[in-house]
């Protein structure tokens, strides 16, 4: 009997052919919602080679200890892998992977295309003309923030904070960053190392680019907030919980900061009678960073890769813990 995968979300291109032309049996979870926990346990049970996961799954060590049987690997497509207890799968002799460098290039894109959306307001603009409001033009109608010269403040200069560097070079832009330490390749741009309380205090925009941590759970709280200009914006295209929802919705009601534009919230996804979805000069998306068709695709194919390679019994090429 071939080995057998799950795909709990069905990808773009060809990587779950690309297993199937090896030989492997692959499953592809059919609906739009991510499956239960009840539903990965089923298929565990039953036997399987490989899971390929995506951040909505919790792949926590509770599934390693209830059911009867471990896959050889859970590859992660995508590069954040916070739902996944990675200690756990290690002591369970499962390999974990994820897909790092695929999806900079494109998440990137959207960090600049909402810092953009809500410096000028282009949200509000578009309901305006669509509601029928349009029927002058006027000096002072939908005045927005400009982003030529302005100071951007990057809080993690990582791959994807740099290549959202790299784009504000093009706008003139001043650059400030903090990290665990100075990067050479920012401070080849003209960016300047800082440390968090001198950046929100300075920056016309603050653009988060952190992985979920302890230590950056809730980093963005009511105090942190408060340090921030009271014309300045957030935007966040990292995680959810690194930001305080309640205390982002206070400040925005309160008019603390002038606005915030999210791909990822927390919780996610946002019911859409969510509190923070009635707040002022707010742009949500629904966890789109990386939704380029081509990057989505490479994605699916390197957790492909990652599961081939175990399988010929070699060590994967994004392993996120030795075994």
């Known amino acids: 009997m071939p080995e057998r995968i799950f795909f709990t979300r069905e990808w773009p291109g060809t990587a779950a052919d690309r297993l199937r032309e090896g030989g492997l049996d692959v499953e592809v979870w059919p609906d739009f919602n991510a499956p239960s926990t009840s539903e990965i346990e089923a298929r565990l049970d039953g036997g399987l080679f490989a899971l390929v996961t995506t951040v909505e799954d919790p792949i926590q060590a509770g599934l390693f200890q209830n059911a009867s049987h471990t896959p050889e690997i859970v590859a992660q497509a995508g590069v954040g892998y916070d739902n996944i207890d990675v200690e756990a799968a290690r002591k369970a002799g499962v390999w974990v992977t994820n897909t790092p460098g695929v999806l900079d290039e494109a998440t990137a894109d959207l960090a600049f295309a909402l810092m953009c959306s809500l410096a000028r307001r282009i949200p509000e603009a578009d309901a305006y003309v669509r509601d029928g409001k349009w029927t002058a033009w006027h000096p002072s109608l939908f005045l927005g923030k400009e982003l030529a010269g302005a100071t951007v403040g990057i809080v993690g200069i990582g791959r ?3 290549a959202f560097a790299r784009r504000c070079t093009g706008f003139g832009m001043r650059i400030l960053y903090t990290a665990r330490s100075e990067n050479l390749e920012a401070a080849q741009i003209g960016a300047a190392y800082c440390e968090l309380e001198t950046l929100l205090a300075e920056a016309d925009i603050v653009s988060l680019h952190i992985p979920l941590t302890d230590v950056t759970r809730g980093l963005i709280d009511d105090r942190r ?7 300045a914006i957030l935007v966040n295209t990292s995680r959810g919980p690194v930001v305080d929802t309640d205390a982002l919705c206070r400040a925005l009601v309160a008019g603390r900061i002038a606005g915030a ?10 019911p859409g009678d969510h509190p923070l979805l009635k707040a002022p000069n707010l742009v949500v998306v629904p966890h789109i960073g990386s939704a380029g068709r081509q990057t989505r695709a490479r994605m699916a194919n390197m957790a492909a890769d990652n599961v081939l390679a175990v399988r010929r019994g070699e060590r994967p090429p994004n392993a996120l813990a030795n075994l």
């Open 261 to 270: 534009a999210l791909d990822v919230t927390d919780p996610e996804p946002l």
């Open 160 to 162: 994807i904070g740099m």
């Open 225 to 231: 907030l408060g340090m921030m200009r009271s014309d």
